[in-house]
């Protein structure tokens, strides 16, 4: 071997050495659907089993293992482990970042390998708690962490959302044509409902848009409303099925955690549609005079409802304010429904389209009296 490429060996040699040590020195998280599975042996076990087989852990000395759980929107301070941590997540949705590294998501039966001295800090996600098992040996003075300073998480990409959200927008016809469903099915016009129902998936609408208008409409008009909508759409897609009209289906709404905390969700939503801080909707509604209505008004509507993504915030206001419109008795609630609207960047030209659109389903009074209450707001 000539000096030249004896030189160039022992580089790649160094290089390669570098990069192993860099990997090693670095979280690696293990989804539940990428965990290898082995045929456990048949003459250690009495039946069919199989295991998963992780990185190993480096050990001198006694493992402290516990179970560790996390309210919604808990995390832990930045720390490091002299001898390294699994954590194996057992409910919940968490989250993980490895420091100057991107937040990582992590969920149920995902684990964590996170070697010796790499700081990092985790818990659970915004919405959801989280449990985790985490086994952690013991370094020789005893420890088997150090704590360091408190994480400073991002706001910005909150705050994007938000500029967006705000940004003047022009509403298509598409969203118009919510307008009128939500009126007719909201005053018992159920003929007219069809003939806006038609026009709605002419426009754009997706049946799976127009069934989420109606299972977010019942929270203001009713169930007996919203199930008459609901009937009478169904058998419209049954009649069109049978003329050879085929409808797009469109998107379902995103599943989130069966243990998500929708009242700290509908708190946080009802900040954000209201131009508030959080803890201004802490307080519970009426004074606590009724703590089943303030649960129903933040966990299910503004919670639960609004996190079923296949309609937007803003198309669902559009709802509420045809919805309030067509009552005509109920004024104080459509004032904060047209104040949320605006707030989601409507401004006074598109509330005039609103209006206009609402005049042709409800008719010139009732119009009228909207028109009366947005005003109140200038």
């Given at each position: ?120 800090w985790h818990g659970a996600s915004e919405h959801s708690p989280m449990s985790h098992i985490a086994i952690s040996p013991v370094a020789t003075d005893g420890k088997s962490a ?17 500029s967006k959200a705000n940004s003047p927008v022009v509403l298509s016809q598409r969203q118009l044509s919510l307008i009128p469903i939500a009126a007719f099915n909201a005053t ?74 929708y009242y700290q969700m509908g708190i946080e939503r009802l900040a954000y549609l209201n131009k508030t801080s959080i803890e201004a909707n802490t307080k519970p509604l009426f ?92």
């Open positions: 071997m000539t000096h030249k490429s004896l030189k160039a060996a022992l580089i790649l040699t160094s290089l390669s050495g570098h990069i192993l040590a860099e990997e090693q020195a670095r979280q690696q998280i293990t989804k539940v659907n990428q965990q290898v599975s082995q045929q456990a042996p048949a003459n250690n076990f009495s039946g069919q089993a199989n295991f998963s087989r992780f990185p190993v852990m480096p050990s001198q000395g006694n493992v402290a293992p516990a179970i560790v759980n996390f309210a919604a929107g808990t995390i832990t301070n930045w720390h490091i482990h002299p001898q390294g941590q699994y954590l194996i997540v057992t409910e919940g949705e968490g989250r993980t970042q490895e420091w100057g590294k991107p937040i990582q998501t992590i969920h149920k039966g995902d684990t964590i390998w996170c070697p010796p001295g790499v700081k990092h150090t704590w360091l300073e408190r994480v400073n998480l991002p706001i910005q990409p909150q705050a994007s959302v938000q018992g016009n159920l003929e007219q409902l069809k003939t806006a129902l038609i026009q709605a998936l002419e426009s754009g609408l997706t049946v799976n848009e127009i069934k989420e208008l109606f299972a977010h409409q019942y929270a203001y008009a009713g169930f007996p409303r919203a199930l008459n909508g609901m009937l009478t759409f169904k058998s419209l897609l049954e009649e069109r099925e049978k003329q050879g009209i085929k409808d797009i289906q469109g998107a379902m709404p995103s599943n989130l955690p069966s243990n998500t905390d004074d606590n005079f009724s703590p089943t209505m303030d649960y129903a008004l933040k966990a299910h509507l503004f919670g639960y409802l609004f996190s079923r993504d296949n309609l937007s915030p803003l198309e669902r206001e559009l709802a509420v304010v045809s919805t309030l419109s067509a009552f005509g008795d109920v004024n104080a609630q459509l004032r904060s429904h047209l104040r949320i609207t605006r707030n989601l960047g409507v401004d006074q030209t598109q509330m005039q389209k609103i209006i206009s659109t609402l005049r042709q389903a409800i008719g010139d009074d009732l119009a009228k009296n909207a028109q009366g209450v947005l005003q109140q707001l200038q």
